[in-house]
Each structure stands twice: as structure tokens, then as C-alpha cells.
């Protein structure tokens, strides 16, 4: 397809954007093993590296003495870069801020909502990289203003909590102002040919996580590996919201029976609300508490049906008895393959 010096262009391009996003994180491979509550401790973020690709810590279910403490274990683990993943709503954002400053994490990824400028400041003071999460263009333009070091763009194809905007809409919606800043996309990739996709789009490199959930250095329960690698992509559903005045974040996540219980506990408080029976805060209180606790109810205590098992579309690409070198490899070759040997980078 195309003429011989067209298609060549385009294989220099994504080369150099490649090598844009290897030299940003500091390692071989610009794959990202997204931040995963439970999912992304020690073992897991330093087999990630230690293949070439980039582990990120995720602090967001931990104390930041346990944060310490990991940090720890996976430098003991690995000399390579690897990131540390904060969501602002951390009931102890600051303290655990303060440990990747104390620590000089060299990668912090801000998650979950417009991290204080503060934080930002902090961080780069300290000499770390800040990468954020931009879902919308006036928040990447305002990330950007912010001074963050690079973005992550994630549809809403991805595992976890999620926006409403597709991985494609979205990667074409900010990437054109990012301008310098690199930006790495995710929601459901499992593919190096979706990675190329992406380095089309303008992206430096992806970031990936259900893959990574079921690979043999995951510590999640075997059951809740299985769960994942037995589902199809239509089985990773978003969590229902059955009213708009219930104001429940979206999650998405292996339909289960917890799924449908929290169907039913909807339809059970707006009916109490309706009836006068309780208050509207209490109703949005409890929806927003149901699904606490749930996360490592499916990955630490493998209870695939009343815990959540948050995954990705991409969840119906995801084969058993994987490592996680072996799906950084793949990746990397498959990119190889399709846009050539990097001989610059
Ligand atoms: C089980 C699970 C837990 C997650 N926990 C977090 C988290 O704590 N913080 C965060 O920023 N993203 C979290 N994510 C999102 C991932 O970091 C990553 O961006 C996402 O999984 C990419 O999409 P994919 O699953 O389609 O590959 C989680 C995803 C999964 C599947």
C-alpha cells in the first residue's frame, strides 16, 4: 500500500515516537504495566521492568508505610525504572505524596480526578517525572498548563474505573495538543498491533493492565486469573447506573452476581427514596460503599462473584499461562515487525 518512501516516513515516525517513549521512562520497551489495586505490588512491577517494560506500584490500597516498604521490595527486585501510581482520592494523599518525595520515586502516574497543584510541584521539585491522566481535552490542556511531564489517554475499553469516551475517540481528541508532551494511551490494547495503532495516533507508547493481571508474576488469585482468561471482551461490562441521581462512578468489570446485586440495591433505595423513607445522601452513601472492599475480595481472596473483577474489553485477548517478559516481548516484536527494527533508538 502506498509508495515505497510514504510508508518508509511512516515507519521512521512511529520508530522515533517509540524511542520518544522508551527514553521517557528510561527502559526498552515503552509498555506500561498500569497501576492495579492489589494487582500491582512488588513481585509484579519488578518482573514488568526487569523485561523491559515499565512496572508502576499502585499506592491507591495502601497505607503509605506499606508503600515504603514496596518501594523497597522492588528496588531490591530490579535497578530498572519503574513508577509509583497515586490517586487523589487516597484517604492519605499527602503522606503518601511525602514518601515518593522522601523516597525520590523517579515516576509518579496521578490518577483519579486533577491533582493539586501542590502535589505536582512537590513532586517535580524532588526530581520526579508526573505523569497524569488527562479524560478530557480542557484537562490535558490544563495538565499541560501544570506542568506534567507526560499524559496517559484512557478510553473507556480499559479495566477499572472509567470515562465514558472511547479508547480511538479519545486518543484523537487530546493527542493533537499535547504538542511535546508524550502521551501514552490505554483501554483495551492486548496486541502489538494495537500498539502501532496508537504510535499512529501520536502516541509514545501504550499502557496495558488486564493482560498483565493474569500473567504468571500477577499476584492476584488464581481463580480471579482464571476468571479473566475464561471471558470474552462483551463479558467486561461498565457497572450499572440504573438512575441519574445515583452518582456512582463507573467501573468495568467481569459481569457477576455482585454486578446484579448492585442492580437490585438501586432499584431497592430509589424506591425508598421515592417512598420518603430515607434521605438522598444516604441512598448516594450506600451505593458508593458497595463496591468497598470488593476488589480484594476477587484478587486477594479469589471470590469471583461477590467481588469485582475489574477488566478490560481487551480481557478477550488474554491467554493463560503468560509471563510478563513473555507479554513484553510479544509486544515489542510484534511493533518490530510491523514498523521495523529500531536502530536508532
Ligand atoms: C484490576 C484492575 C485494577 C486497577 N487499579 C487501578 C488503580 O489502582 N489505579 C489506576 O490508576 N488505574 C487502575 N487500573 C487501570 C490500569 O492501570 C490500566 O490503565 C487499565 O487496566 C488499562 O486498560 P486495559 O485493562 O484495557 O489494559 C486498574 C485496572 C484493573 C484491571
Given at each position: 500500500?502506498?509508495?515505497?518512501?510514504?510508508?518508509?516516513?511512516?515507519?521512521?515516525?512511529?520508530?522515533?515516537?517509540?524511542?520518544?517513549?522508551?527514553?521517557?521512562?528510561?527502559?526498552?520497551?515503552?509498555?506500561?504495566?498500569?497501576?492495579?489495586?492489589?494487582?500491582?505490588?512488588?513481585?509484579?512491577?519488578?518482573?514488568?521492568?526487569?523485561?523491559?517494560?515499565?512496572?508502576?506500584?499502585?499506592?491507591?490500597?495502601?497505607?503509605?508505610?506499606?508503600?515504603?516498604?514496596?518501594?523497597?521490595?522492588?528496588?531490591?527486585?530490579?535497578?530498572?525504572?519503574?513508577?509509583?501510581?497515586?490517586?487523589?482520592?487516597?484517604?492519605?494523599?499527602?503522606?503518601?505524596?511525602?514518601?515518593?518525595?522522601?523516597?525520590?520515586?523517579?515516576?509518579?502516574?496521578?490518577?483519579?480526578?486533577?491533582?493539586?497543584?501542590?502535589?505536582?510541584?512537590?513532586?517535580?521539585?524532588?526530581?520526579?517525572?508526573?505523569?497524569?491522566?488527562?479524560?478530557?481535552?480542557?484537562?490535558?490542556?490544563?495538565?499541560?498548563?501544570?506542568?506534567?511531564?507526560?499524559?496517559?489517554?484512557?478510553?473507556?475499553?480499559?479495566?477499572?474505573?472509567?470515562?465514558?469516551?472511547?479508547?480511538?475517540?479519545?486518543?484523537?481528541?487530546?493527542?493533537?495538543?499535547?504538542?511535546?508532551?508524550?502521551?501514552?494511551?490505554?483501554?483495551?490494547?492486548?496486541?502489538?498491533?494495537?500498539?502501532?495503532?496508537?504510535?499512529?495516533?501520536?502516541?509514545?507508547?501504550?499502557?496495558?493492565?488486564?493482560?498483565?493481571?493474569?500473567?504468571?508474576?500477577?499476584?492476584?488469585?488464581?481463580?480471579?486469573?482464571?476468571?479473566?482468561?475464561?471471558?470474552?471482551?462483551?463479558?467486561?461490562?461498565?457497572?450499572?447506573?440504573?438512575?441519574?441521581?445515583?452518582?456512582?462512578?463507573?467501573?468495568?468489570?467481569?459481569?457477576?452476581?455482585?454486578?446484579?446485586?448492585?442492580?437490585?440495591?438501586?432499584?431497592?433505595?430509589?424506591?425508598?427514596?421515592?417512598?420518603?423513607?430515607?434521605?438522598?445522601?444516604?441512598?448516594?452513601?450506600?451505593?458508593?460503599?458497595?463496591?468497598?472492599?470488593?476488589?480484594?475480595?476477587?484478587?486477594?481472596?479469589?471470590?469471583?462473584?461477590?467481588?469485582?473483577?475489574?477488566?478490560?474489553?481487551?480481557?478477550?485477548?488474554?491467554?493463560?499461562?503468560?509471563?510478563?517478559?513473555?507479554?513484553?516481548?510479544?509486544?515489542?516484536?510484534?511493533?518490530?515487525?510491523?514498523?521495523?527494527?529500531?536502530?536508532?533508538g
Open positions: 500500500m502506498g509508495n515505497g518512501n510514504g510508508s518508509g516516513d511512516l515507519a521512521a515516525r512511529l520508530r522515533a515516537r517509540w524511542a520518544r517513549g522508551a527514553a521517557f521512562l528510561g527502559c526498552p520497551v515503552p509498555i506500561v504495566c498500569g497501576a492495579m489495586s492489589w494487582v500491582s505490588t512488588h513481585g509484579l512491577v519488578a518482573a514488568v521492568s526487569e523485561a523491559g517494560g515499565f512496572g508502576v506500584l499502585a499506592a491507591s490500597a495502601m497505607p503509605p508505610e506499606e508503600l515504603v516498604a514496596e518501594i523497597a521490595a522492588t528496588r531490591a527486585a530490579t535497578a530498572r525504572p519503574f513508577g509509583v501510581n497515586v490517586v487523589t482520592l487516597h484517604p492519605r494523599f499527602d503522606e503518601v505524596v511525602a514518601v515518593c518525595v522522601e523516597a525520590r520515586v523517579e515516576h509518579v502516574i496521578l490518577a483519579g480526578g486533577l491533582p493539586p497543584a501542590a502535589a505536582i510541584r512537590a513532586l517535580k521539585d524532588a526530581g520526579a517525572k508526573v505523569t497524569c491522566f488527562a479524560p478530557v481535552v480542557p484537562v490535558a490542556k490544563r495538565l499541560i498548563r501544570a506542568g506534567v511531564d507526560a499524559l496517559v489517554v484512557e478510553g473507556s475499553e480499559a479495566g477499572g474505573h472509567v470515562g465514558p469516551t472511547s479508547t480511538l475517540v479519545l486518543a484523537q481528541e487530546i493527542l493533537p495538543h499535547a504538542g511535546e508532551v508524550p502521551v501514552f494511551v490505554a483501554g483495551g490494547i492486548a496486541t502489538g498491533a494495537a500498539v502501532v495503532a496508537c504510535l499512529e495516533l501520536g502516541a509514545v507508547g501504550c499502557q496495558l493492565g488486564t493482560r498483565f493481571a493474569a500473567c504468571a508474576e500477577s499476584p492476584a488469585h488464581p481463580d480471579f486469573k482464571a476468571a479473566l482468561v475464561r471471558a470474552q471482551s462483551r463479558d467486561a461490562v461498565i457497572s450499572p447506573r440504573i438512575d441519574p441521581r445515583l452518582k456512582t462512578i463507573p467501573v468495568r468489570a467481569l459481569h457477576n452476581r455482585a454486578m446484579d446485586a448492585f442492580t437490585a440495591m438501586q432499584r431497592e433505595l430509589l424506591d425508598a427514596l421515592d417512598r420518603g423513607e430515607v434521605s438522598a445522601e444516604a441512598v448516594q452513601e450506600r451505593a458508593e460503599h458497595f463496591w468497598a472492599g470488593r476488589l480484594r475480595r476477587a484478587v486477594v481472596n479469589g471470590d469471583v462473584e461477590e467481588g469485582s473483577l475489574m477488566a478490560g474489553q481487551g480481557v478477550g485477548l488474554v491467554k493463560g499461562g503468560e509471563t510478563a517478559a513473555g507479554i513484553v516481548h510479544s509486544l515489542a516484536r510484534e511493533v518490530e515487525e510491523i514498523v521495523g527494527e529500531s536502530h536508532g
